[in-house]
């Protein structure tokens, strides 16, 4: 008869910052969904607190080991001394492939049970992820078993992360509009600005910003666009002749382009849910804005050979093949497609296939919920490994 074995409840994730904010954005989402809904100790080792406090301002940048929103975040420099076993989490996290020092991975061959061991990859709409969701990889010379885990849009792989209040709080927030006007209008936006079409706009620097303010400038009807600072500053302070600071703003033809703050991750759904269209980008503002329920743009994160341009289509295969206009509009504003784009009239198909590509929001949604969100999933898979390599042991 095999004997009881504990359910995880520690949980150790291990967060290197490439670039910008998404790979923190990612961890801190996850580390808060396991504490709130699923009481796990976690501790967040992050090795960029100035990229953290950006999207979380409660982030203390000098300090070694602090307690924000009931997680442990330790700021992981080269801490290649040892660790004994009691500082071992249940469930030990690498995000994205990143080395954990070898001292706690030493640790870890110690333990009784033996924590559970993932590497938690980037997320692609690509087939062969199905393939390697869950996969075991031995280690070379430790007693230690590391598996892959993927997130994805199938039933086949970890699924996408989404609160369990998310979906009641989003729909609270937008049938409501005196909430929606409280929230624009403490960036600036005047009262009659909240009923023209509204954009925000969230992409890298070489997505063609300039020559789409050109197409909005002509629009039949206005256009307002809510950039955050630090985004496409070079486009952006060419169209409003002047800095592209927080507040500013300018009005040329039909469009108005504003500079707001970049505000905290908390808040950041209810710019999505508040706009018309999202321009996203990276990893985690493209699932948020998947849940907003509004049309979004994506701008994927470029990668040597183009790619990028590969993981794009096979997304936009799954997502928009009935809306060849959001494929079309997708490919040239990722530079998938040529360069020769013609932006207004890529812009008046799009606004053509909007109510097409508003009830596929809602449809994709529910086919995608259906998978069970990654935290849960993630920690159902944990408890599997942990009883059979509690068997096996
Ligand atoms: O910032 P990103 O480009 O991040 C990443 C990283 O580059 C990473 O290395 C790469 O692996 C990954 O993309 C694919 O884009 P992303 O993923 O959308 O992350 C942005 C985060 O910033 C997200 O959590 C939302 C948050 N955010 C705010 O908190 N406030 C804001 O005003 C805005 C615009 C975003």
Redesign the pocket.
Known sequence: MSQHVSQPRSLALFCK???????I??CW?FSRQLQKEHGINVTLWVDDLKSFQ??CPEIATNNDEQFVDGINIRHWRDQLGEFSSAEIADIVIEF?ACDIPPGYIAAMATCTPQPVWLNLE?LSAEEWVEGCHTLPSPHPSMPLTKHFFFPGFTEKTGGLLFEAQLERERRQFQADPQTRADFLTQFGIEKNALNTFLVSL?C?PDAPVSALFDAWKNNASPVTCLI?EG?ASEATQAFLGQAAHAGNFATHGALTVRVFP????S??DK?LWSCDLNF???????V?AQWAGKPFIWHI?PQEKNLHHIKLKAFLKRYSARTPDLINFSEHWNAAAGTDAAWTNLWNALLNDLPEIRTRTVDWQHQVMKNGDMTSNLLKFASRVRKCEHKIG
């Open positions: 910052v490439v670039d910008n904010y998404g790979d954005g990612i989402r950006r999207i994205f980037g969230f890298y955050p985004v970049f505000i905290p991750q808040e950041y710019l996203v980008r990276g990893e985690d503002s493209f948020r994160y």
